[in-house]
């Protein structure tokens, strides 16, 4: 399993367990990769597709976020949406894990819900990491 972070997050992601982690705002990283099973995005746009042309013929391309602009260019990997269905018991086990240190969660700041525009404003800009809203921190 390869990672795929910006270059900032690259010391932090590495300690999550990854076979390998590479810079996805890195060209010359991306360009070195060798031909991919699987991608799985959550980002979009530039990043996509430049990760499209490193699957293989036949290989799947899993997005949250749809086909990336120039999938038609890669008639010769399925392009799959991946959509989420909330399931109590799945966020439970996932909450549990989390708690246990079992699953960890990489969190780059924490703020109060009342200052929700402000967490909205700083990853609008990007790489403001995963933000976290606390709704009571008693």
Known sequence: ????????????????????????????????????????????????????????????????????????DYSNVKVVPVYAKPDVKILLHMALAAKAGKLKIPIGGKLPLKDADKGHAAVAKGGAGKLLLVANEN
């Open 1 to 72: 399993m390869i990672a795929g972070v910006l270059k900032k997050q690259l010391q932090e992601a590495g300690r999550l367990g990854a076979d390998q982690v590479i810079a996805t705002d890195d060209d010359n990283a991306i360009a070195n990769l060798p031909q991919l099973d699987a991608v799985a995005d959550t980002v979009d746009g530039k990043t996509a597709e430049k990760l499209i042309a490193k699957v293989k013929p036949g290989g799947v391309f899993a997005s949250v976020l749809g086909a990336p602009q120039n999938a038609k």
